[in-house]
């Protein structure tokens, strides 16, 4: 079936350090991926999404990255603050169904 | 602007109890999703509507979970009878019909004991 996955689990990183969270996904149909961020207690929050005719897309920060030959996304946080630590979702969406990975947790240490 | 707001925030039953979820989606949003959250684990969908019609339950347990949505705003949740394996974080999301972006309430975190 389809599936969503993240490579690390856990990612520890230094306060100023860039962060890069990767994603591997197995749908190739699939148009459309979206990076959640969620902080305990909270619901997943939007953070930057990217379509399958892009292989780039820059926010305040963060950059995503596909590479639809090896079906890969990759979350991008420059200049990692304490802020950051929570659990990043890679999910991507198809028929207005989304479908998310198992999640990466951010430890950002000062 | 308010958030999707959902209630209980927490909840703790015992098994075989029933319990039944609120979820108050972003005014104007449409479509609304009822997802179900395992601990380490991402959001799974159960059920989303269209206004008050239900295009996917493909994924909703329908002998013990049931939802409904009857004037296409407010949104309830319902499992009986709970079990062990429900214990888990129940999220709605609600979103604008022309976008693609899911807004996401804090979430019930339910506890069967």
């Known amino acids: 079936g389809e599936s969503v996955g993240l490579h690390l689990p856990t990612l520890s990183v230094q306060e100023g350090d860039n962060s890069i969270i990767n994603c591997a996904y197995s749908n190739s149909a699939s148009d459309y991926f979206i990076w959640y961020k969620q902080e305990s207690g909270k619901g997943p929050q939007f953070i930057i999404d990217?379509?399958?005719?892009?292989d780039k897309r820059q926010g305040q920060r963060v950059t995503v990255l596909l590479n639809k030959t090896v079906k890969h996304l990759s979350l991008q946080i420059a200049a990692t603050q304490p802020g950051d630590s929570a659990v990043y979702f890679c999910a991507e969406e198809g028929f207005q169904k989304l479908v998310f990975g198992t999640g990466t947790r951010l430890l950002v240490s000062p | 602007e308010a958030g999707v707001v959902q209630s209980p925030r927490y909840k703790i039953i015992e098994k075989k109890q029933p319990v039944a979820f609120w979820c108050n989606p972003i005014?104007?949003?449409?479509?609304l999703y009822w997802y179900r959250q395992n601990l380490g684990q991402g959001p799974e969908l159960l059920i989303r509507?269209?206004?008050?019609?239900?295009?996917?339950d493909s994924q909703l347990p329908k002998d013990r979970f049931s939802a409904e949505r009857l004037k296409g705003v407010d949104s309830t949740l319902k499992i009986q009878p709970a079990e062990l394996g429900d214990s888990a974080v129940y999220l709605c999301?609600?979103?604008?019909?022309?976008?693609?972006?899911?807004?996401f309430g804090p979430g019930t975190r339910l506890t069967v004991t």
């Open positions: 999301a609600s979103r604008w019909a022309p976008t693609s972006e899911q807004y």
């Open positions: 509507y269209e206004n008050e019609e239900a295009v996917d």
């Open positions: 990217i379509r399958s005719n892009m």
């Open positions: 005014s104007g949003h449409n479509t």
